[in-house]
């Protein structure tokens, strides 16, 4: 749920908006994949073709209902504030829920509360810019302590150990697997902004092309704010440059934040910060729970629809298009 926080309307729940989209953007993809140049004769089956502009309609139909926030917003029932940064648009939690999970194949996350956007974005393009999914935890107060150890190589090996006990749950929801490939940057604690970041090299099956799982934590009084890149390697480096702007204008409501927290009133959390980068906690016996499936590994894999291996196969086929 979102409201702003001047006052203005509450943003409207999309309706009826549950199409084939999948199907689709497969079809089209095969199509954009195959398909000789424009200056060629075309070899497409009459009865494919004919699907091509019902298909067309339908993908053109969903962007027209995305609806676009700029400006002050308020997320998680009010739990955090955010101030959506210029060259953004902010697309709210039913909408960026159903782009992530019906259209670009992500796994489902009850805790989305929406996802940043650059400006020029269409839901249904295989070829988009990167973007951050903001979602909220309420998972208590992570204790903050100085002793924190981040065993980066023993964090790295649960995490991919992790990843393919998630694997299996993939499969059976009808998931595109996921390997852990090595760190882009080891784990890291902020004492000062109470933020924990990592990111790691992510591999869909069937592509070649490396995922960019980069991972933001704040850490508040009552939960931990999520922000995640939707990104491929080559966009680290815009990444790195845009997260502090968004970090700065995300951030907990008043009498929300860390030091909010007041022992014997406040919630104190069950997870740990290794537990958090590792996608576990140990209590589970090393098997991962639903909240981690839904909430934590299937979020830190997150990828565009084209993150696998469309998005794979159009970049070799506009690669060939510019050497040309």
């Known amino acids: 749920m979102i409201a702003y926080i001047d006052g203005s309307p509450e943003y409207p729940k999309p309706k009826n908006m549950r199409v084939p989209v999948l199907a689709g953007l497969f079809l089209l993809a095969a199509f954009s994949s195959s398909a000789d140049p424009l200056d060629s004769v075309s070899s497409e089956p009459k009865e494919a073709s004919a699907l091509l502009p019902r298909l067309k309609r339908e993908l053109d139909s969903i962007d027209r209902k995305l609806v676009f926030y700029t400006g002050k917003v308020q997320l998680a029932d009010g739990a955090v504030e955010l101030t959506v940064p210029e060259g953004f648009y902010f697309i709210a939690g039913d909408q960026a829920r159903f782009i992530l999970e019906e259209i670009w194949g992500n796994m489902p996350d009850m805790d989305v509360a929406g996802m940043l956007v650059r400006t020029g974005f269409e839901a249904t393009r295989l070829d988009n810019d990167h973007s951050f999914v903001i979602s909220y935890s309420n998972v208590g107060y992570i204790t903050d302590s100085k002793n924190i150890q981040l065993d980066h190589n023993q964090l790295l090996e649960t995490l991919e150990d992790n990843m393919k006990k998630s694997n299996v749950v993939r499969e059976e929801m009808g998931y595109n697997t996921m390997k852990v490939t090595g760190w882009v940057m080891v784990p890291y604690y902020d004492s000062f902004k109470k933020?924990?970041?990592?990111?790691?090299?992510?591999?869909?099956?069937?592509?070649?092309?490396?995922?960019?799982?980069?991972?933001?934590?704040?850490?508040?009084?009552?939960?931990?704010?999520?922000?995640?890149?939707?990104?491929?390697?080559?966009?680290?480096?815009?990444?790195?440059?845009?997260?502090?702007?968004?970090?700065?204008?995300?951030?907990f409501a008043q009498g929300q934040s860390y030091a909010d927290f007041k022992p014997g009133t406040d919630t104190a959390s069950t997870w740990t910060m290794p537990e958090m980068v590792a996608g576990y906690q140990s209590e589970t016996n090393g098997l991962p729970s639903t909240a981690v499936h839904l909430g934590w590994i299937g979020l830190a894999a997150l990828v565009a629809g084209s993150g696998g291996i469309m998005f794979t196969k159009l970049r070799k086929r506009k690669a060939v298009g510019q050497a040309v």
């Not at 970041?197 to 704040?218: H, T, V």
């Open 195 to 251: 933020a924990l970041y990592w990111a790691s090299r992510i591999r869909a099956n069937g592509s070649e092309e490396e995922i960019l799982n980069y991972n933001l934590r704040l850490l508040g009084k009552n939960g931990v704010i999520k922000i995640n890149a939707v990104a491929t390697m080559d966009q680290l480096a815009a990444i790195k440059q845009e997260l502090p702007a968004i970090i700065a204008q995300t951030r």
